[in-house]
């Protein structure tokens, strides 16, 4: 299986500063990664697929990055919205679809 | 607008057979453009990936479950399904039904559902 690695696990910021989460695979994906937001009690929203497409409705304060192995989801501005949990995914083959382990953006 | 329910036990027994059904509107099953999947978190931690079905009834499981899982399509009620089996206290978790893109990026999700295995 391919496995995805996230840094950090949790990041203290504030609101507007520019947030940066880097998630690494185990093997080439070539650009099917996808980056979604979880808040507490609620299920994952999409944010960016295939790397760096924005999901329709999704603020373009979010961009993603990357391909190959290494990954970024750029937050340009930190909104009070935006604390949250957020998940990198990998769909190179859909046999075996694999998520990172999230990165937990918290208040400063 | 597109959207997915979950139903079913909220509590099953250690080695008995985990049951959930997911109910879409706002959209069919049988599109060519989507898979349907499950996706489930165990409290506090990550997402898994437990398995999809495509409209003509192919499917895909994880591997790590594959003995256990089978997922199924009920195309009259625009359903799909779940069952688990043989099921452990590492089963528990919030069980969310998806719609997945072609490629398998999650587009929309259920609301989840809480499936606590205990005796």
């Known amino acids: 299986d391919i496995q995805m690695t996230q840094s950090p696990s949790t990041l203290s910021a504030s609101v507007g500063d520019r947030v940066t989460i880097t998630c690494r695979a185990s093997?080439?994906?070539?650009?099917?990664l996808a980056w979604y937001q979880q808040k507490p009690g609620n299920a994952p929203k999409l944010l960016i697929y295939?790397?760096?497409n924005l999901e329709s409705g999704v603020p373009s304060r979010f961009s993603g990055s990357g391909s190959g192995t290494e990954f970024t989801l750029t937050i340009s501005s930190l909104q009070p919205d935006d604390f949250a949990t957020y998940y990198c995914q990998q769909y190179k083959s859909y046999s075996r679809l694999t998520f990172g382990g999230g990165t937990k953006v918290e208040i400063k | 607008q597109l959207q997915l329910q979950e139903s079913g036990p909220g509590l099953v027994k250690p080695s008995e057979t985990l049951s959930l059904t997911c109910t879409v509107s706002g959209g069919s099953i049988s599109s060519s453009d989507y898979y349907w999947g499950w996706i489930r978190q165990p409290p506090g931690k990550g997402l898994e990936w437990i398995g999809s079905i495509f409209y003509s009834g192919n499917t895909y499981y994880n591997p790590s479950l594959k003995s256990r899982v089978t997922i199924s399509l009920d195309t009259s009620k625009n359903q799909f399904s779940l069952k688990l089996s043989s099921v452990t206290a590492a089963d528990t978790a919030v069980y969310y039904c998806?719609?997945?893109?072609?490629?398998?990026?999650?587009?929309?999700w259920g609301q989840g559902t809480l499936v606590t295995v205990s005796s």
């Open positions: 093997q080439s994906i070539s650009s099917w």
């Open positions: 998806a719609r997945l893109g072609l490629t398998g990026e999650v587009d929309c």
């Open positions: 295939k790397a760096s």
